[in-house]
């Protein structure tokens, strides 16, 4: 969709923030987009392909957007993240962005898209958002679980697990709910500041 958006590499945030920097090149977005299909999509389960909305891979399409993103520009990211600060009022509660559709899709399945020209024309409506939110959201999973928990909740929605059941992956003082992981990642986008694990508990004896 991007070489084709009429009104070029400059018409949205945070493209047009960063190109003055050499960050705005849109090549390792859309490559990571195929690479991401054909890495996750052959160990997707059935069902998983029978609800397939038309978008990206059979995973939710918050995390091929979020996959693509992570994989831009330094700044880019930073860009992304500064947004979601100031926008945070307006984000899409966890519980509905992790399960829905991306703001493009309802277009690709033929049926009248809510957002105009996808969003990315005139003012900070909901896809950008949706944009902001999906870097976001995979970074802080990053940051409160590392690499091998992302890597572990990708293998639990490949499976066809809800999203919810996936919490599992990250530590255990990390909420259980998608509504209390909420509370969490909006204090990180705020401060940076992770919830600090307990201290152990003494072994018997000492």
Same mark, same amino acid.
């Given at each position: 969709w991007y070489?084709?958006?009429p009104?070029?590499?400059?018409s949205? /945030?945070?493209y +047009?923030?960063?190109?003055a920097? @050499?960050? =705005?090149d849109?090549?390792p977005?859309e490559?990571a987009h195929?690479?991401?299909v054909?890495?996750?999509?052959?160990?997707?389960s059935?069902?998983?392909?029978q609800k397939?909305?038309?978008?990206g891979?059979?995973?939710p399409?918050?995390?091929d957007e979020?996959?693509?993103?992570?994989v831009e520009?330094q700044a880019?990211?930073?860009?992304?993240r500064?947004?979601m600060?100031?926008?945070?009022?307006?984000r899409i509660?966890?519980p509905e962005?992790?399960?829905m559709?991306?703001?493009?899709a309802p277009k690709?399945?033929?049926?009248p898209? /809510?957002?105009? +020209?996808h969003?990315?024309a005139? @003012?900070? =409506?909901?896809?950008?958002?949706?944009?902001?939110?999906?870097?976001?959201?995979?970074?802080?999973l990053e940051?409160?679980g590392?690499?091998?928990a992302?890597?572990?909740?990708?293998k639990?929605l490949q499976?066809?697990?809800?999203v919810?059941k996936?919490l599992?992956?990250?530590?255990a003082?990390?909420p259980q709910t998608l509504?209390?992981?909420?509370?969490?990642?909006?204090?990180?986008i705020?401060?940076?500041?992770?919830?600090?694990?307990p201290?152990?508990?003494?072994?018997?004896?000492e």
């Amino acid at each position: 969709w991007y070489a084709s958006h009429p009104a070029g590499a400059d018409s949205w /945030p945070p493209y +047009g923030q960063v190109n003055a920097l @050499g960050g =705005g090149d849109p090549l390792p977005h859309e490559a990571a987009h195929l690479m991401f299909v054909m890495v996750v999509n052959s160990a997707c389960s059935a069902g998983l392909k029978q609800k397939f909305n038309g978008y990206g891979s059979y995973l939710p399409d918050w995390l091929d957007e979020g996959v693509a993103i992570y994989v831009e520009h330094q700044a880019i990211r930073d860009a992304q993240r500064d947004l979601m600060r100031e926008y945070l009022d307006d984000r899409i509660p966890l519980p509905e962005f992790l399960t829905m559709d991306h703001p493009g899709a309802p277009k690709i399945k033929g049926k009248p898209n /809510p957002v105009s +020209g996808h969003g990315f024309a005139g @003012g900070f =409506g909901r896809a950008r958002i949706y944009y902001m939110e999906c870097v976001t959201v995979l970074e802080f999973l990053e940051a409160a679980g590392g690499v091998e928990a992302v890597r572990k909740i990708i293998k639990s929605l490949q499976a066809g697990t809800a999203v919810e059941k996936t919490l599992k992956h990250l530590p255990a003082h990390y909420p259980q709910t998608l509504a209390g992981l909420e509370e969490v990642w909006i204090e990180w986008i705020r401060s940076g500041e992770l919830p600090p694990a307990p201290d152990p508990k003494p072994k018997e004896g000492e």
